[in-house]
């Protein structure tokens, strides 16, 4: 008795939207085969966004369209025919994990989502800080040389935000991002330890000398 060849299914690689858009679409035959990142050839993608946009066609050649957000980028998720019940309570404004596979149509890279979940918003925010620890790993450690300026620079964006009463977590990663998330975390824990900031409320810091 022939053995049946074992189907495998490709790795979810963990991504932000704005590196898919950057990968190279690799076609053979004019069909996608792959999205070719760094070392990396990506078939099934894992990504956590916010709907920002949906369209559901009418008529007998249904589809639904919904456009993805997670900061970085935009996507577009693409659910055609006997899939579309499953999908049919997301909906615009949400934020949602998605796992699916990639493809590509018409110069477009695009997402066929086998898996969507709704999820609470904070998991954008643990998501990116995920994949940017996972990045710091990969590249090393900041040189000890640089740990002094990079103090003062995260320290100077909690000092210039005192007007507007302190400033939010995610705001100071967004305006640091010559700095590892992981490495940020770090040192406003020093600060907060050693008494240089406080947490007005949990995520938001403020100077206090």
């Known amino acids: 008795m022939t053995e049946q060849p074992q189907f495998k299914r490709h790795t979810a690689y963990k991504l932000r939207i704005g590196d898919i858009l950057i990968g190279k679409p690799i076609l053979e035959e004019d069909r996608f085969k792959f999205l070719e990142l760094g070392s990396k050839n990506i078939v099934r993608i894992n990504v956590i966004g916010n ?98 300026a990079v103090k003062d620079k995260i320290l100077g964006t909690i000092k210039n935000s005192e007007d507007e009463g302190g400033i939010d977590l995610d705001k100071i990663i967004m305006n640091l991002r010559d700095i590892s998330p992981e490495i940020i975390n770090q040192e406003i824990q020093k600060f907060l330890e050693e008494g240089i900031i406080f947490e007005p409320r949990p995520g938001r810091v403020r100077y206090l000398g």
């Open 51 to 148: 709907i920002v946009d949906r369209y559901e066609s009418e008529g007998e050649s249904k589809f639904l369209s919904l456009t993805l957000d997670d900061g970085s980028g935009q996507i577009k998720l693409r659910v055609f025919g006997d899939d579309l019940p499953k999908f049919k309570d997301i909906n615009q404004g949400e934020t949602v994990i998605v796992i699916g596979l990639l493809r590509y149509w018409n110069n477009e890279i695009y997402i066929a989502p086998d898996i969507m979940k709704a999820q609470d918003p904070k998991y954008l925010l643990v998501r990116k800080l995920e994949i940017e620890k996972e990045r710091n790993k990969n590249s090393g450690a900041v040189p000890r040389e640089q740990i002094t």
